[in-house]
């Protein structure tokens, strides 16, 4: 199997930044398309960013756009998610994933197209 550590979770204030990362173990690391979703409590968990596995063409959820940046090192085996300008509603626990269908298609932010999972960071924004 496949995987998946994050690091890289913390706190910070609001407007600060954060840089996740996801590495991985085992396989064939860049035949994956890589996701962040988040989680946060009471709530259903949610698509954040994607990289694909080809061409690294990436597709990002509207309320981060402009703020987070995903990005791949296939000979490192790792996916990096900068996030900028943090807000309140950022709080959540951070899952990266790996999809194993979308090789040479664009990356999409649907859960059930992830087969492997990581356990978790903690991203708490607070002011």
């Known amino acids: 199997h496949l995987q998946l550590v994050e690091s890289g979770g913390g706190l910070v204030q609001p407007g600060g930044s954060l840089r996740l990362s996801c590495a991985a173990s085992?396989?064939?690391?860049?035949?994956?398309?890589i996701g962040w979703f988040r989680q946060a409590p009471g709530k259903e968990r949610e698509g954040v960013s994607c990289?694909?596995?080809?061409?690294?063409?990436?597709h990002s959820a509207d309320s981060v756009k402009g703020r987070f940046t995903i990005s791949r090192d296939n000979a490192k085996d790792t996916v990096l998610l900068q996030m900028n300008n943090l807000k309140a509603e950022d709080t959540a626990v951070y899952y990266c994933?790996?999809?194993?269908?979308?090789?040479?298609?664009?990356?999409?932010?649907?859960?059930?197209?992830?087969?492997?999972w990581g356990q978790g960071a903690q991203v708490t924004v607070f002011s």
């Open positions: 994933a790996a999809d194993s269908s979308s090789l040479y298609k664009p990356c999409v932010l649907e859960k059930p197209l992830y087969d492997y």
């Open positions: 085992r396989f064939t690391f860049d035949y994956y398309a």
């Open positions: 990289i694909s596995s080809s061409d690294g063409s990436t």
